[in-house]
């Protein structure tokens, strides 16, 4: 295992883009399945008017929520990119994370491997399954795949506290200071 002392400034900004482009994505995906759904906004415009069809409140409703959609995608687009940047990254650098599975690995260590091993599954998957619905692949299982790329709602919240338990435990431990190496290199 190699370790790193520094980050570069290519890697802390591949941190703090993917750092952005999550909460970003969470919120536009928790909005969208939940107090902005399509039902939801189809539901207050039936209440406030009865002079529009049905069809035309549905059509009215997506139109207000694609703004919003569009951030997701974006936003997806963005956290792709930096995803695939990273791993090419920490390849050609020869950067590693502690291999969770090795059993004389202190706790510490296995932990920290353990959620980055999370890390990437999540986003893996979430990429994956969302570009399956953008470009309709494996259609006889789309509704699947949606349902498991709405698990993203669940798993970011999940990979933020470990995270920051991780942060605080580095901090408290052999790693202090490596919050201010994260935003400021040395």
Excluded at 35 to 62: F, G, H, L, R, Y
Excluded at 89 to 115: D, V
Excluded at 156 to 176: D, Q, W
Aim: glycine share 6%.
């Amino acid at each position: 295992m190699k370790i790193q002392r520094k980050f570069t400034g290519f890697h802390r900004i591949l941190h703090w883009v993917m750092a952005l482009a999550m909460p970003v994505l969470f919120i536009t995906g928790f909005l969208r399945m939940y107090w902005m759904n399509k039902n939801n906004t189809v539901a207050v415009i039936e209440s406030k008017t009865s002079a529009i069809p049905k069809e035309q409140m549905t059509d009215i409703a997506k139109t207000i929520l694609e703004p919003m959609w569009q951030w997701h995608e974006v936003f997806a687009y963005i956290m792709i990119f930096a995803f695939v940047a990273r791993i090419i990254y920490m390849l050609a650098r020869g950067i590693r994370f502690p291999y969770p599975f090795k059993s004389n690995q202190p706790l510490k260590e296995r932990l920290q491997g353990f959620t980055y091993v999370y890390f990437y599954l999540f986003v893996f998957i979430s990429a994956f399954t969302g570009i399956c619905i953008e470009k309709e692949l494996f259609s006889a299982y789309l509704d699947n795949i949606e349902v498991v790329h709405k698990w993203g709602i669940y798993w970011f919240p999940i990979f933020i506290v470990l995270h920051l338990i991780g942060i605080v435990a580095a901090e408290l431990t052999n790693k202090k200071g490596i919050t201010s190496k994260m935003i400021g290199g040395d």
